[in-house]
């Protein structure tokens, strides 16, 4: 304990997770009198799920980076670093050059892109994890396009992936190209883009409509989908697929695979063979006092025994959870149980168009699935920052879409209606 004899909790992370911690933990604050503690490399929350927008468009950075003190103001303290060293023992944590005491700890710090040991991939390959990831990879594409605002070849783009994070991104990138092209006078096919899939579709995960929806919107003259062979080496000139087949490429961007942040390992935690920290029913580790939320942590769920998935709804469930039960301890209450609960999903497909899911099955596609992408976007603001900050920052979003969308709202309306389906074909993992 502090010489205040205030309780120390620490969180580790400031995504989804580390957010939803944090939150739960502000509303018993007074109850439990503690020190609430984030620590992050960075000094703002990322909206990762629009990652994608800023590599391919003019998003300002700032509209999906919000910073902690617009969300927590004075109620937590900050620690900008990274924990090099973590004492369980003594319950001490080590942040670049000063140490952190913690009686609790809630461990947040989400996933890292998993390269699985292929030969030249993560030395010649992009991946998009952050704000930094992004803007490199805008740059790149430009720079492969557009020489002196010339247009001397057609770029290769390789996207490794045909998953949730590849098709976005790829349906977003034949947006891009169509900007490039008129912003810099350039050959609308500027760019050629190969999708390579080790599945026979894209979207896998997801029922057969939806994958269709998507090689849909994906589809045209100058897009390759190669389906049916894994990348087994990259080059600085060329990809290896094991079905014998190459692709030559200027700027190769990986989004085939995630892996918990290796920190876990590296810090003696016990982890399972994906990299994640073993936790139970409760979300603790073998030590009570430390917690593991989001990609980090390594729950399966009880009903199908399999790990749950990674994505932003479950990492606020588990963030949630974690942070009740350590109130729960607090205030020597009975521990809950963290359960699964499958939210839906929401695909970006290219303009004012999206594939969405709610409740495991009823589909929205086309313009509403998009309306409803920006609701969820508005939703979750409203959580985090309030209603009027909410709003502004949700308008200016909107605003800076349309700023840099070429999909006039007429047109976006008089597309293929979109449809309501009821489906309980979702495939599960």
Known sequence: MSMENKTNIVVLGGGFAGI????????????????????????????????????????????????????FGKSINYVKGNVTKIDQTDHKLSVNE???????LIIC??????????????????????????????????????????????AQIIVGGGG???????????????????????????????????????????????????????????????????????????????DGKSYLYDVMLWTGGVQANSWAKTNAFEVNKRGQVNVNNFLQTKDPHIF????????????????????????????????????????KKTLVNYHFRHWGYVVPLKGRFAAAELGGNLHFDGFLGWILQEFVFLYYLLGIVGFGKAFKRWDK???????????????????KPATILINNSLEKN
């Open 20 to 71: 939803a911690a944090i939150k739960e933990l502000l509303r018993h604050k007074s109850e439990i009198n503690a020190n609430i503690t984030l620590i992050d490399r960075n000094d703002y929350h990322l909206f990762t799920p629009s990652l994608y927008e800023v590599a391919t468009s003019e998003e300002p950075m700032g509209n999906i980076a919000i910073p902690f003190f617009e969300i």
């Open 98 to 104: 000063q140490t952190v005491n913690y009686d609790y």
């Open 109 to 154: 710090l989400g996933s890292e892109p998993a390269y699985y040991h292929i030969p030249g991939l993560q030395e010649h390959s992009y991946a998009l994890k952050s704000l930094e990831d992004a803007v490199i990879i805008k740059g790149r594409i430009k720079d492969a396009c557009c020489k002196e605002n010339e247009c001397n070849k057609k």
């Open 164 to 242: 949730f994070a590849g098709t976005e991104l790829a349906a977003e990138l034949l947006s891009y190209k169509d900007r490039l092209s008129k912003q810099n006078h350039l050959d609308p096919n500027c760019l050629e883009l190969t999708i390579i899939q080790g599945s026979d579709r894209l979207l896998k995960e997801l029922d057969d409509h939806v994958s269709k929806l998507a090689t849909k919107r994906v589809s045209g003259p100058q897009v390759h989908l190669a389906f049916g062979g894994h990348i087994k080496e990259v080059n600085d000139k060329e990809v290896l697929t094991d």
């Open 292 to 331: 593991a939320a989001g990609d980090i942590a390594g729950y399966i769920d009880t009903q199908t025994q399999k790990p749950v998935p990674n994505v932003a709804q479950v990492a606020e469930d588990q963030g949630r959870t974690a942070a009740g039960n350590v109130y729960n301890l607090l205030t």
């Open 397 to 415: 979003v909107l605003m800076d879409y349309d700023k840099n969308s070429r999909t006039d709202i007429r047109q976006a309306t008089t597309l």
